[in-house]
């Protein structure tokens, strides 16, 4: 806790940093605390995206980073929300280091890898040049994955249902680590299959896949078909591509350049001290062959996707492009570099010299590279005004609706328009407008179209006057279109359940009760066998 307060103890001196995803992160938190005072418990719809014509971003962004910031944005005043989020991200990531450096090290030396994990370079970048929250939320789960990955190894079927618990969090939280953790589980269960000569634990690791994805359904299954209704494509867009993010790679783009090259920078030194310390680790090979050999192979894989000459495994690997980033792999890298520099030598010199390196280029990057950019108090309370008002803001094209271009919407259009335009003026009253329940009346002289402040989405229903109507798609814009007659028109507007979304909720539901009676089972079991006849 300690370490991770350090980290940002500058937030009380210069703002916040206003990294990439900032805010982007920031409008998720705001909005999922508006709509759970709506009564909205799992936000699906991002109202306020697209500056009020919404998108789709909850039901494809997993809820975990954005359920977290929107609760401590109940707790405390928004400028304060990063910094307590950040904080406790960190910490929790000292927490499972600290669990998985206890299996080999002292309390002493656990703790220092601990402090360093919680505060390594990569973290650094994220916290100050990339606000990738999510992201490093999910970097607390990394050091967990291994753990229980030696004990399915070790303890059998008892530590698949963790296992699959890990999985499962990382679908939760964040797509490209759980790709990477994925990937990660499949090196590391392989290398303990080949040290222990049995096929056994490569069943087990694939059933904690898959347990993982089943118990994460309720989100995976909307996420995976609803990918058809959505420009998911953008995703892949260029300047977030892998070929554009190898480390130093440049583009056209000047900007992109230079946090390229920072971050390769920061790569570079980790890398440079987890292969000293894994030569200056060898003697522990031998006392632990499994651990150095997991490690090993894991920072291997690390490293060696970070670079171009992977290109190909990143074009035919499955799903690995939706890393989007080649260098986020240094989240992985960071847990074998946690402990091998401790391992590689006792001598707090040692350890101390390694750390002042990397942190060293780190500072070289800062300051003669690129600076981290800031947001002050009054930014973030245009951000909420902006909410609160009913202005919106950006955002993102990969959540907006097929045949949507965000770029064409008027930003100041009225909620409820006539198609036809000002010839036919509606009486237009509104009675609610919510994230995902919209009631107005329209009385109008002729019959026509309602152009709305809405993008177009399957799961809205739409009823006139208590009859189910079929809506249309504004060319261009992607507004919903609803068909009227002439009168008084009684609208109603709602985000259904949609079918995929049941079947993902009855996944996950059936997944948690079979584990959880067998759970059950195998415990009254264990009680049977060793109570006294």
Known sequence: MTTAFLVIAPFFALGNPSGHDFEFHMNSWMEVLGQWRQGIIYPRWAALAQYGYGEARFIFYPPASWTLGAALGALLPWKAVPGAYLCLALTLSGCSMFLLARRWLDRRDAIFAAALYAANPYYIVIVYWRSAFAELLAGALLPLLLLYALRVEEDGQRAVIPLAGVVAAAWLTNIPAAVMVNYSLAVLIVILAILKRSPRVLLRGVLAVLLGAALAAFFLVPAAYEQKWVNIAEVLSPGVRPQDNFLFT??????????????????????????????????????????????????????????????????????????????????????????????????????????????????????????????????????????????????????????????????????????????????????????????????????????????????????????????????????????????????????VRTQDRTAGEVISIVTVLFLGGFVVLARLKAYNRDSPP
């Open 250 to 495: 440049n583009t056209d783009d000047v900007d992109h350049n230079r946090f390229n090259l920072t971050v390769s920078l920061v790569a570079s030194a980790e890398m440079i001290v987890l292969a000293i310390a894994g030569f200056l680790s060898v003697p522990w090979r031998h006392r632990q062959p499994r651990a150095w050999w997991t490690l090993l192979g894991w920072a291997t894989l690390s490293t060696l996707l970070s670079f171009s000459l992977t290109v190909w495994l990143w074009e035919h690997s499955p799903e690995l492009r939706y890393v989007q980033l080649p260098w986020r792999w240094l989240l992985c890298l960071n847990v074998a570099l946690a402990l091998l520099l401790i391992m590689a030598s006792r001598r707090w010199l040692v350890r101390a010299l390694g750390c002042l390196v990397m942190f060293a280029v780190l500072a070289v990057g800062w300051h003669r590279v690129q600076a981290p950019w800031w947001e002050k108090a009054a930014d973030v309370d245009e951000m909420l005004a902006n909410q609160q008002n009913g202005a919106g803001y950006e955002g993102t094209d990969e959540y907006a609706p097929v045949g949507a271009d965000p770029y064409e919407i008027k930003k100041d259009a009225p909620r409820v328009t006539p198609e036809e335009g000002p010839n036919q003026v509606p009486q237009i009253r509104i009675q609610e407008w919510n994230a995902e329940s919209k009631l107005f009346t329209a009385d109008v002289s002729q019959p026509g179209q309602l152009v709305l402040r809405l993008l177009n989405y399957p799961a809205w229903r739409v009823d006139v006057n208590g009859q189910v109507v079929t809506t249309a798609t504004r060319d261009v814009t992607g507004q919903m279109l609803i068909p009227v007659q002439a009168g008084q028109n009684h609208v109603r507007i709602q985000f």
